[in-house]
């Protein structure tokens, strides 16, 4: 009656056997689920230089705590396991409804180990588990292949799927796993480790009952955050006027805390391409391969990209499981270009800068059909944009030619050559192979100074968001353990959190020169890290990004897990639990040779150099210092490692010595 089942499965593809394992209350109070049961578990698992495609690798399906117990939007599951992107630690997530369904099944995580010698899924009912032969499916897309599963497998409760599409069968390091109809975990290349194990999917179908220790209180505090969502309503404005929005708030020189529900009212209406068009006014949206600005990528590009544009194609508004802001949307794009696709999840704002301002196109038919065939195949949209970018430019630069291309004429914005390049990738064909794993292998492998155009922070893409626009952003982009990751903290984020009014260390910084954030500073390394204790902690919920932002007085976290599980805890205590799974996180990276300093950020998103017009015009990060106070605050070394006092004051120096 905890929130948890307390239970994993563990699954050895190899053997084909599966077993069982209890797991002590402790673990959870250290770490909660979600993320933070991954990484305690894994981190003494695999061991030192394990291949992340080989059999040694675990890849582990985790329910984040509060899922199903009656909050809401918390339903978000992991994915976990060594990254073969960055070939550190390595986790995902995604919302749908696969959360619940882990639960419903017993279990709080499945984790598979070793390599079946066939392509095989696993099924999982009220009668346990089953590995069935997928040989039929190998081939097929992950929502074809979803929807031949529930086929197989309804009886009277839909069975909710995980797969990989092509992408993760072809190992392309920068596919992920897909759930309801073309959500995806994206990052981490966890796709290719799926993949590697011969795993086609997961199928679940359990009924049993998830519980809590106190619903009636955990459906008070639900009952007061629907109430202030169905408040939350935007007046009026048309989309056309988003760049306006984001003109004001991009010239203004200071930022202030913000009510952060105002995101529900944005999430609601447009959904994640509200920023689509801010973004490329004020400077968050990376453009032209991180090289330009709205000077390149004008009016007459980005005015395609208007959200109300993109939601006139909705058929329907989609919501995860517990979520009453309901971001998502499903969109007949049946007729493009011959298209037969219907009820399609239409394309997320990171999909829409990726293949929109990051490669100059401003053609949103084309954006439509390559994010269904990314949503089908299991493929990053980040990281596949940001390599057709790097494509591009190598064309433009005569790195990449004619020949090599195989005919594609790869010119910024050429939306057909474009659409071509991402088949190509999608089947590892032609120029198509040597772009399926990411920008630093292709760089690697094409030579010739192309590394040069290559962005990455620690062998990832990064998100659709400019650290040049947000510095606190680029601390993440370079100091978290998964790099190039934009979920975890920023400026933006932080004024909307409100974790001062809970937190008894996170600063309360009140209004701010934005100025001051370039500079390397004790308080800002501070907030750097309320953001990440807080985000871990949100993946060890099952909590959604788009929820967290709402604020720690709307979306109460902290309250919702005392009521779940009976404990006490106070918002302090479980900010130790976030920093306890970030050090892991961390951890894990040392375990396997990681040297923290080498995920530096590609030197364009430092603005290294500074770009020479727009609104970033001559903006740089000075992302070293900041990095070491990040790491200082964090009770790390200079060096980003954890020291052993830190590990000792966190309870895990256990973790350290091998299980017996
Ligand atoms: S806000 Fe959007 S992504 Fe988050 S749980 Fe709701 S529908 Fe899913």
Redesign the pocket.
Known sequence: MLGYTGKILNVNLTSGEMQEEILPDEVYQMVLSGVGLGVYLLYNRIPAGADPLGPENILGFVSGLLTGTGSL?T?RWMVVCKSPLTGGWGDANC?GNLSPAIKQCGYDGIFFSGISPIPVYLFIDNNGPQLLPAEPLWGLDAITSEEQLVQTHQVKKKPYVAAIGQAGENLSLISGICNDGGRIAARSGVGAVMGSKRLKAVVLSGTKAISSNDPARIKEISKELSAKIRKSNLPNIPGGLLPLGGMLLGGMKKGAPMDGMIMAGL?KRWGTIANNTMGVVNGDSPLKNWGGSVKDYSYKYYKNLNPDRIIKCETRK???YS?G????GLVDISGLNGSTYKHTHKPEYETCCAFGGLVMNKDMDAIYLINELLNRAGMDSISAGTTVAFALECYEKGILTREYTGGLELAWGNAEAIAALVKLMIAREGIGDLLADGVKVAAQKLGNGSAEYAVHAGGQEPGMHDSRFDPLLAIHFSGDPTPGRHTIGSAQYYDVLHLWEKVSWAPNVGAYLKADEYIPSETLALKAVACSCYKELTDGAGG?L??MVLGVEHWQLFEWLNAATGWEKTPDEFMEIGKRIQTLRQMFNIKHGIDPMSFRLHKRMAGEPPLKEGPLKGRTVPIEPMLRLYWQAFGWDQNGAPTTETITALGLNELLQPAS
């Open positions: 939007v339903g919302g999430m989609y919501h995860c979520c802001i309901g971001c998502g959604c788009f929820a």
